[in-house]
T-cell receptor, first 113, second 116 residues
Framework: QKEVEQNSGPLSVPEGAIASLNCTYSDRGSQSFFWYRQYSGKSPELIMSIYSNGDKEDGRFTAQLNKASQYVSLLIRDSQPSDSATYLCAVIPIYNQGGKLIFGQGTELSVKP | DTGVSQDPRHKITKRGQNVTFRCDPISEHNRLYWYRQTLGQGPEFLTYFQNEAQLEKSRLLSDRFSAERPKGSFSTLEIQRTEQGDSAMYLC??????????????FGEGSWLTVV
C-alpha cells in the first residue's frame, strides 16, 4: 500500500463547476496535510495546509480532513480553466521527525470552458 | 526574488558525465530538501539538511548521488556517472522549522536533467 494515494485522473469538469479531489494516507498518526498545485513543466505551489479535522476554506478552495477515515480532500468551487493542473496531496507522517513531505502521484484536473 | 532558487534550470548531459545542481533556499530557512520527480509521478524525497547537517537520505539516493550544504546556506546535489534513468526534475525546497508541526515547505522552480 502506498503511503499517500490519489486517483491519477484525469478529472474533467466544466467551467463553473465544483472540482473534488481526494487523497487517502496510510499512517494513522499523520498530523500535517498539504495540497500543492503543479502546472505542466513547473514546480509544486502550495495551495492549502490543514492540520485539524474538519474544513478549512481559502477563497475558492476548501480542504477537508477526516483523520478517522485517513482521508483528505480539496474542493475547488467555480472552477476556472486556469485551475487546470495536477494537484498533489502531501502528508508529513508521524514517524518523520524531519518534516519531509510524502506525496501522492497527483490528480490531473482539466477544466473545460 | 526571495524564493528558493535553483541552478541550472535545464541540463542535458551525456551518459557517464557528472552533473551538479545548486539550490539557494529562502533566507533563514534552516531546513533544505531535495526531491526528484519523473513524469506522471509525485515528487520523491531524496535527502534533507537541518542547517549544515544531512539528517536523512532516501534509499533512492544511490552511491552516485551526493549532497552537501556547507555553512548551512546553499546546497549542491551532485550526480556522478549519470545514467538515462537519472533523467528527471530535481526539486529543492526549504522550510523554517521551530516545532514538529506547522512545517510549510516551499519549492524552487526545479532543475531538469536529461541524460542522453
Amino acid at each position: 500500500q502506498k503511503e499517500v494515494e490519489q486517483n491519477s485522473g484525469p478529472l474533467s469538469v466544466p467551467e463553473g463547476a465544483i472540482a473534488s479531489l481526494n487523497c487517502t494516507y496510510s499512517d494513522r498518526g499523520s498530523q500535517s496535510f498539504f495540497w500543492y498545485r503543479q502546472y505542466s513543466g513547473k514546480s509544486p505551489e502550495l495551495i492549502m495546509s490543514i492540520y485539524s479535522n474538519g474544513d478549512k476554506e481559502d477563497g475558492r478552495f476548501t480542504a477537508q480532513l477526516n483523520k478517522a477515515s485517513q482521508y483528505v480532500s480539496l474542493l475547488i468551487r467555480d472552477s476556472q480553466p486556469s485551475d487546470s493542473a495536477t494537484y498533489l496531496c502531501a502528508v508529513i507522517p508521524i514517524y518523520n521527525q524531519g518534516g519531509k513531505l510524502i506525496f501522492g502521484q497527483g490528480t490531473e484536473l482539466s477544466v473545460k470552458p | 526574488d526571495t524564493g528558493v532558487s535553483q541552478d541550472p534550470r535545464h541540463k542535458i548531459t551525456k551518459r557517464g558525465q557528472n552533473v551538479t545542481f545548486r539550490c539557494d533556499p529562502i533566507s533563514e530557512h534552516n531546513r533544505l530538501y531535495w526531491y526528484r520527480q519523473t513524469l506522471g509521478q509525485g515528487p520523491e524525497f531524496l535527502t534533507y539538511f537541518q542547517n549544515e547537517a544531512q539528517l536523512e537520505k532516501s534509499r533512492l539516493l544511490s552511491d552516485r548521488f551526493s549532497a552537501e550544504r556547507p555553512k548551512g546556506s546553499f546546497s549542491t546535489l551532485e550526480i556522478q556517472r549519470t545514467e538515462q534513468g537519472d533523467s528527471a526534475m530535481y526539486l529543492c525546497a526549504s522550510s523554517f522549522q521551530q516545532a514538529t508541526s506547522g512545517n510549510t515547505i516551499y519549492f524552487g522552480e526545479g532543475s531538469w536533467l536529461t541524460v542522453v
